[in-house]
DNA sequence: CTGCCACTTTGATTTCGATCAAGTGGGGGA
DNA sequence: TCCCCCACTTGATCGAAATCAAAGTGGCAG
């Protein structure tokens, strides 16, 4: 495919594209049919099974990926092995630190996900000749501050009963969009993930989940399966009022 | 002033602004001159002194501004008043919340500060005209992100004792950022500040910088006069090795 | 079916930081 | 000058979550 053929062609866009759920919220969305076509000459798309890591904390990033399915965890180390998990990314959100090459944090798929990644140059360049597309990426930078910051006050201020119904209420909103007072899904996390989330231990993790069962706030089926009932009744837990 | 006599002047900068720290690594210094004129015939400087308000937390925000000289505590609250700050903003930084007509937080002047503000619609012009401007907002953003995330895992993971060395050397680079090895400042908060930022009491951080000072990390004098002889030991009393 | 392994739950005990309660000291106003 | 107020420190006790320990679960390879 030469560049005049793709010139013709400038109104259709890739085949592989046509039915990602990333074209619309995610970055690609903010590209011309040519500009998805250059992309996706040199973009590729891959399954992540749950456990294996995007990139690693201090890693040189070429790439940068957006997550077309599964949940991404993002996650920060201390030298002992302490870990505190700082950021969960859903599709179609972006994966990558523009403006610097070292990547601050370890990305991995926390469920079985898959991503489509590009070489860092050429969406730098897109960048460059697209407002509209740095606006997007400003834009979502400044949603997960505002996340990270709601996190903070989670982290610092509120019960091991709290931090816990804020996880499954923030989950439960994510995953299920849809459903306005009731919800439910399989939790994209192990008990030891959500302990690291909230920054609490896996048993503490597993009891307040028993305590909000025992209340009725949520049922939970083979572990990870969770009904809300309520998600009001959720939210007040999580102490939001 | 008129719009020829603007032009005319286009390779003068305003006057207040000759002498601004804000100008070179603010949002000013990304502005022509002539969009500097513009900016200043609109902006307002203005003192705020330590513990008024600058915005209020859910507040439609109609002005941005640039911090010139002090630091501003952002912080979010509770509806049972518990709090947590949850950034600090030192000159020259950027004040506001772009794309977003409400304020997700409380910015409050942590001690007498200066800032220099604009109305929004102006720069949000001024965005969209200049691709360096929007690119060094979006570049603090980035930062400000890094920094939160680094600061969920301090208060998700680390020991009080750790919070506070955490938050001394925090502070130590960034008001005395030339010493390389030794530092002494002024604490830019109260013992209730600081419990706040590191979801602490108010006794606990007391007993902590105690602590570091029968351990000689640290000398205080009249409470807020901290010097640190040591960046590094201090910075391993932190967690970070 | 059996046994193993990883994950989770539950229970007992300990510990760190919160809470409750004085006490100190410096600066400003009457 | 005195005294009051406020920010901070220090001490005693309490309690929530961590830690230590053991006992389920359930999936899967053999």
Redesign the pocket.
């Known amino acids: 495919m030469d560049v005049a053929r793709k010139d013709i062609h400038n109104s259709q866009i890739p085949v592989v594209c046509r039915s990602c759920e990333a074209r619309h919220g995610g970055v690609c969305g903010a590209l011309s049919s040519g500009q998805l076509i250059e992309l996706n000459r040199h973009s590729v798309r891959r399954e992540v099974s749950a456990g294996c890591e995007i990139v690693g904390q201090g890693e040189a990033v070429c790439r940068y990926s957006s997550v077309l399915r599964g949940v991404v965890k993002l996650s920060k180390m201390m030298s002992d092995g302490r870990q505190q998990i700082v950021g969960l990314q859903f599709s179609p959100d972006f994966l990558g630190r523009l403006f610097l090459h070292e990547s601050t944090l370890t990305a991995e798929a926390a469920t079985d996900t898959e991503i489509c990644s590009f070489p860092r140059p050429i969406l730098d360049r897109m960048i460059a000749e697209t407002p509209e597309l740095g606006h997007r990426l400003h834009s979502q930078a400044l949603q997960e501050l505002d996340d990270a910051r709601d996190w903070m006050l989670t982290l610092g201020r509120k ?3 709290e931090k816990v119904a804020s996880f499954l209420y923030m989950i439960a909103t994510h995953i299920d969009p849809d459903s306005a007072d009731c919800a439910t899904f399989d939790l994209p996390l ?3 993930d959500i302990g690291d989330f909230l ?9 307040q ?2 305590k909000l069962r025992k209340l009725g706030i949520i049922t ?1 089926e ?3 399966h969770v009904t809300v009932p309520d998600l009001d009744r959720l939210n007040t837990a999580a102490g939001n009022d």
């Open positions: 019960t091991a009963q192990s008990r030891a920054g609490l231990t896996i048993e503490t993790v597993s009891r989940i028993t939970v083979n572990n990870r």
